[in-house]
């Protein structure tokens, strides 16, 4: 059963350093080398949070440890890296671990008539299943204890779909579907599961799909080609603007605190204008209707 407000770990906790690092406000992050989970990590740190904070690459954990963060190596595409990780988090807090903020993917561009098999998976491997693997891995110390949070970072395009987005908002959907079902499923258990949807944020998700699509995409002898020069533009030009009503990484932080710190956290916390927007039109209008209004974004 979850905490009541009286009795639950965070209130009065919010806006003091906890001196012990209560295993309360233990936190692992997931995808903190830049943008959304590096200002998520830094954030919480200055609320008091005990954040273990992860990344891929070794130079990454290295920056992230010289921010004064508890670092860690975490590749969601290897499963011993995944389970390594864990087993240090739970040795370092005597076997508890409060929250859970699976934040680590990223956007792989191009028709889904385009897109191999090969990147399809590379894609799914890190938004999804190793996104599953590690929450699973988590789960048996909050059911030990009797509470815990798996927040998960989705998307508007865990939604709604966009024209050359296909492999991410496949990923995304399926996300939004896996964390659905495993809510209901963790009913009782005191674990509450809450998707983030952002809209457009400020971060390094266009450079890292400008090389997905590098990588995968051939241009050349695709029917989309005219419309891949301003996909490339959009992503691999560094003077492009960012799209409308973005905003920074802060704004997805305010919702993963409020996610964290609520006694009773809503299932769903959108995230910019769009996201907001797209929520209600969905709802509203009849899917050729919303098709329209997506094929003109």
């Known amino acids: 059963m979850s905490a009541s407000p009286r009795n639950h770990p965070i209130i009065g906790l919010n806006d003091r350093q906890s001196s012990d690092h209560d295993w309360r406000r233990t936190i692992l992050v997931t995808g903190c080398s830049s943008g959304i989970g590096r200002a998520v990590a830094l954030g919480l740190q200055q609320r008091g949070w005990r954040v273990f904070a992860t990344a891929r690459q070794p130079e990454d954990v290295v920056r992230l440890t010289d921010l004064g963060l508890e670092s860690l190596p975490l590749d969601l595409t290897d499963s011993n890296s995944i389970r390594q990780a864990v087993t240090t988090v739970l040795e370092r807090t005597g076997g508890r671990l409060y929250a859970l903020f699976n934040n680590g993917a990223y956007a792989q561009p191009g028709a889904?008539?385009?897109?191999p098999r090969a990147a399809l998976q590379a894609q799914f491997e890190t938004n999804l299943f190793g996104t599953?693997?590690?929450?699973?891995?988590?789960?048996p110390a909050m059911?030990?204890?009797r509470c815990g949070r798996i927040i998960q970072n989705s998307s508007i395009l865990g939604f709604v779909a966009l024209k050359y987005r296909g492999a991410y908002v496949a990923s995304k959907f399926a996300l939004e579907g896996l964390s659905d079902t495993l809510r209901l499923e963790l009913r009782g258990?005191?674990?509450?599961?809450?998707l983030i949807e952002p809209g457009p944020i400020t971060s390094n998700i266009r450079d890292n799909a400008c090389r997905a699509f590098r990588r995968y995409i051939d241009p050349t002898h695709s029917s989309h080609r005219e419309a891949y020069q301003a996909v490339a533009t959009r992503l691999c030009?560094?003077?492009?603007p960012p799209q409308p009503f973005t905003l920074p990484a802060e704004a997805v932080l305010r919702c993963v605190v409020r996610a964290l710190e609520s006694p009773h956290p809503r299932v769903r916390y959108p995230v910019t204008l769009p996201t907001h927007l797209f929520a209600v039109l969905k709802r509203l209008l009849p899917h050729r209707a919303c098709d329209w209004l997506l094929q003109r974004i």
């Open 112 to 115: 889904v008539e385009d897109v």
């Open 132 to 139: 599953h693997e590690l929450t699973c891995q988590v789960i």
């Open 143 to 145: 059911r030990a204890q």
């Open 189 to 194: 258990s005191g674990i509450e599961v809450v």
């Open 237 to 240: 030009d560094e003077q492009a």
